[in-house]
């Protein structure tokens, strides 16, 4: 099983900032690599595919990279509406198609 | 409009049956993988399982084999995730997912809330 670990579990960040949050792999997962945001009360919703591509009506202040077992996920000049959890997950190689535990983005 | 909605929120006794459902629109069911997923209270998300509604294709996470059966009902659209013997710790939300353009899952229910309490 690939194991996807996520750092920081919390990162503060002041209004207007850049965050930017990783995900690594305990094994090469080429670019199939997908990030999450998810608010309270609500479900995931797809921001990143294929480590780079955002999802349909996704901003562009939303960025990833990556291969293998590196990636990252950048958020330009944090809004309000920007904090929130962010999960990265693997679809390389499954079952099971692994997430990783969550990055809290909370206002500093 | 493709959607999954799910069925309501359902609050159980320890040792009961229970099945809760996720009902596709919009888009052709049996073309795309159903996934089902867990969240436990405060806590992040686990892949439980997941199935193609074409020919039943079923996967299990080897944390939940055993624990749950995944099934669809073609002709409804619609994918169900069921326990035969509910514990305390089955008590989370659950949502169900789909992918429709990519691999990732673009598509998500809204969610089914479970309580297992005496």
């Known amino acids: 099983e690939i194991v996807m670990t996520q750092s920081p579990a919390t990162l503060s960040v002041s209004p207007g900032e850049r965050a930017t949050l990783s995900c690594r792999a305990s094994?090469?997962?080429?670019?199939?690599l997908a990030w999450y945001q998810q608010k309270p009360g609500q479900p995931p919703r797809l921001l990143i595919y294929?480590?780079?591509t955002r999802a349909t009506g996704i901003p562009a202040k939303f960025s990833g990279s990556g291969s293998g077992t590196e990636f990252t996920l950048t958020i330009s000049s944090l809004q309000s509406e920007d904090f929130a959890v962010y999960y990265c997950?693997?679809?390389?190689?499954?079952?099971?198609?692994?997430f990783g535990g969550g990055t809290k983005v909370e206002i500093k | 409009e493709v959607q999954l909605v799910q069925s309501g929120v359902e609050v159980k006794k320890p040792g009961e049956s229970l099945k809760i459902s996720c009902k596709g629109s919009?888009?052709?069911?049996?073309?795309?993988?159903i996934v089902w997923v867990r969240q436990m209270p405060g806590k992040g998300l686990e892949w439980m399982g997941i199935?193609?509604?074409?020919?039943?294709?079923?996967r299990y996470s080897q944390s939940f084999q055993g624990q749950i059966t995944i099934s669809v009902d073609k002709s409804l659209s619609t994918a169900y995730l069921q326990w035969s013997s509910l514990r305390a710790s089955d008590t989370a939300m659950y949502y169900c997912?789909?992918?429709?353009?990519?691999?990732?899952?673009?598509?998500w229910g809204q969610g089914t809330v479970v309580t297992v309490s005496s």
């Open positions: 919009g888009y052709i069911f049996i073309n795309y993988w």
């Open positions: 094994q090469s997962v080429s670019s199939n």
């Open positions: 294929g480590a780079s």
């Open positions: 199935i193609y509604p074409g020919d039943s294709d079923t």
């Open positions: 997950q693997q679809y390389n190689n499954w079952p099971p198609l692994t």
């Open positions: 997912a789909t992918s429709l353009d990519s691999d990732a899952f673009n598509i």
